[in-house]
């Protein structure tokens, strides 16, 4: 079984409006509603490509409970904690001249609600694949990963991990089976300008040394480099489309990967049907479905370097 976890889930409202006037009343062009949060992307994806998945994390108030639903009547599986303290967050997403978001914070997650988190964790099997993306709130330490990952070490689980800054480089040493930053937060990471390719798969392979067993670098439209635990590595040109929305292309690319790992067991397959999805997902305005990847995948070429 495939679970994901989001320590912060949300209601995304997102509305179009043609000449924003600042200090006026406006009418949107257009709105939607859409549930947000990495790993909840991550689950939704792996729906939408036929994969079952188990959506864990915390919801609390009436936005939670919207949250809930809304996955269950889309066909996927939840068990999240119910935070007594506050309610899930509420972002605002808008569109004119410029792009504007205004994202809420989300519930008080307290040690009584991690340990419950963890209890259901640690009933995970051999062979299930774990999630953890996506930033955290605020009253939780960044070192969360690392001990989820600590307390489950011994099962097997093959760990997926798509962070930033501490919550990824905590874990390192816990040996994830996949970790995703993207090439700007690989220099965050370390501190360093990467001019080429050779530069990125540099410091992919230093993530390697520290402990992460396969790593997936997305680069938006310059494509995605992917280093293998077997030594190969790997490019893929970004497919050729109308980039729409970018939010959640980088969640799909990691659903699309897994999808493509569970299928086949095979690392190139996975690396492709990953560039593929999150693709898929930039080019529409909603995550990327089977049909979208399909189409995509047919025009996928990678290249085999040698560094």
Known sequence: MIYTITFNPSIDYIVEVDDFQLGKVNRTANEYVLTGGKGINVSIVLNNLGIESQALGFIAGFTGSYIQTHLEENG???????VQNGYSRINFKMKSHEESEVNGNGPMINETDLTKLIEKIKKLHEGDILVLSGSIPKCISDDIYAHIMKEINHLG??????????????VLEYKPFLIKPNNHELEEMFHVKLSNQKDIVKYAKKLQEMGAKNVLISMAGDGALFVCENGKVYFCDAPKGQVVNS?????????????????????????????????????????????????????????????
């Open 76 to 82: 996927i599986h939840t068990d999240f904690i119910d």
């Open 247 to 307: 939010v959640g292309a980088g969640d799909s690319m990691v659903a699309g990967f897994i999808a493509g790992y569970v299928k086949t067991q095979d690392y190139l397959q996975a690396f492709k049907m990953g560039v593929a999805t999150g693709s898929a997902s930039a080019f529409s305005k909603d995550l990327a479905t089977a049909d979208e990847v399909e189409l995509l995948l047919k025009t996928i070429n990678e290249v085999e370097y040698e560094y």
């Open 157 to 170: 689980i093959k760990v997926v991990v798509d962070a930033t800054g501490n919550l990824l480089m905590n």
